[in-house]
């Protein structure tokens, strides 16, 4: 596990709502236990991550592990720079329990509730 140190300490306070990139590891394996609510972390650089992950915005306790690299499949893009953006959507699906979003500009969209309209 990662050293908490390497969150800052203000990515830690609640004011802070929007999902964002707090940290990056160079490996899966240095990712911090606890992370920051709306915290990703990516592993690998900044500039061409291998994964991105985060707890699951349904706050019931899962992780999310996406990857990231285009030479394997399927991947998803990450836009950092401010906001998170994720693309496309996540779908994680395990015994009776479906959570089904988007990350758009650092807000989670449902997608029930995109596709209501």
Known sequence: MAN???IPWWE?????????????VEAADEIPERLPRNGAVVVGPRARPKWIAFDCPCRVGHRIMLNTD??????WSVTG???LTISPSIDYYEDKRRCHYFVRKGRIVWAHERYRR
């Open 12 to 24: 830690w306070l609640s004011f802070f709502r929007g999902w964002r990139i707090v940290a990056s």
């Open 70 to 75: 285009k030479a394997r499949s399927p991947y």
């Open 4 to 6: 908490l140190t390497q």
């Open 81 to 83: 720079q401010g906001p």
